[in-house]
């Protein structure tokens, strides 16, 4: 994210865990991006996976639930969270998101996708989709895939991307 922010020109801060602590993160920010992370990392800065290497500070540690708290209240102050990938579940838990992953409960016999070109029509007129065109391909590297709830009373959602009806499949292979 850091390599495509920084090809585009395009300008960013980085925060960190203690300046995520702080709150008051809307004063500052419209917009922030959690990258890939488990909901176990991000919250304790625990690694899910053993062996995994130890992070060196600042990045070490985790947003424990001052932090969380800080994320939540930034999103009810109108700021614009971008979870990628597998953030996703931190914030369809913490923000009692209207969104399921379908591709949670399958088994790689049913759904796998390791790493292939699929197209998605992008949703035209949002800010977030800014300069694309009506479709677009992304790369699915075992990525969540995601259908609306029903949202709860105050809550709206809009897919700024939906996979290509018929076979969204560019390049690369997908079984299920």
């Known amino acids: 994210t850091r390599w495509l922010f920084d090809r585009f020109e395009l300008r960013y801060t980085t925060l960190h865990n203690e300046d995520i602590r702080r709150g008051d993160l809307a004063r500052s920010f419209d917009l922030i991006i959690l990258p890939s992370m488990t909901s ?97 391909d992304v790369f699915f590297l075992r990525s969540p895939a995601f259908e609306l709830a029903q949202p709860s009373a105050g809550q709206t959602a809009t897919p700024l991307a939906i996979y290509t009806a018929d076979m969204p499949l560019r390049s690369g292979w997908i079984l299920g």
């Open 40 to 136: 176990q990392e991000i919250v304790s800065g625990e690694a899910s996976v053993q062996a995994s290497p130890t992070l060196p500070p600042p990045y070490a540690g985790g947003l424990w639930a001052e932090g969380v708290a800080a994320l939540v209240n930034f999103v009810r102050a109108g700021g614009t969270l971008v979870a990628l990938d597998a953030a996703a579940d931190f914030a369809i838990e913490k923000l009692s998101l209207p969104v399921r992953d379908v591709l949670a409960d399958r088994k790689t016999q049913e759904f796998f996708c390791p790493g292939s070109i699929l197209q998605v029509q992008m949703e035209q007129g949002h800010f977030l989709t800014a300069g694309f065109r009506p479709t677009a």
